[in-house]
């Protein structure tokens, strides 16, 4: 299954995380974070060959659920 990623360039004004980051930040598994990108439900961007999350929309994320 694709993940669906956007390319962007990278920019010190945001604050990325990796998916593990990202998971450990949530409480939640990497397969779930990977499960959010898939479904559209959590942006993720390409950053050279690793896959990035700005973490105000992790943040968001969290906002959402709880």
Not at 9 to 38: N, Q
Not at 39 to 66: C, H, P, Q
Request: proline share 2%.
């Amino acid at each position: 299954m694709a993940r669906r990623t956007t390319r962007t360039p990278f920019t010190t004004s945001s604050h990325y995380v990796s998916i593990a980051d990202a998971a450990e930040r949530l409480g939640v598994s990497t397969d779930t974070i990977r499960r959010l990108i898939s479904s559209g439900e959590l942006a993720a961007y390409r950053v050279r060959n690793a896959i990035r999350l700005k973490t105000e929309d992790v943040d968001a994320t969290l906002r959402r659920v709880n």
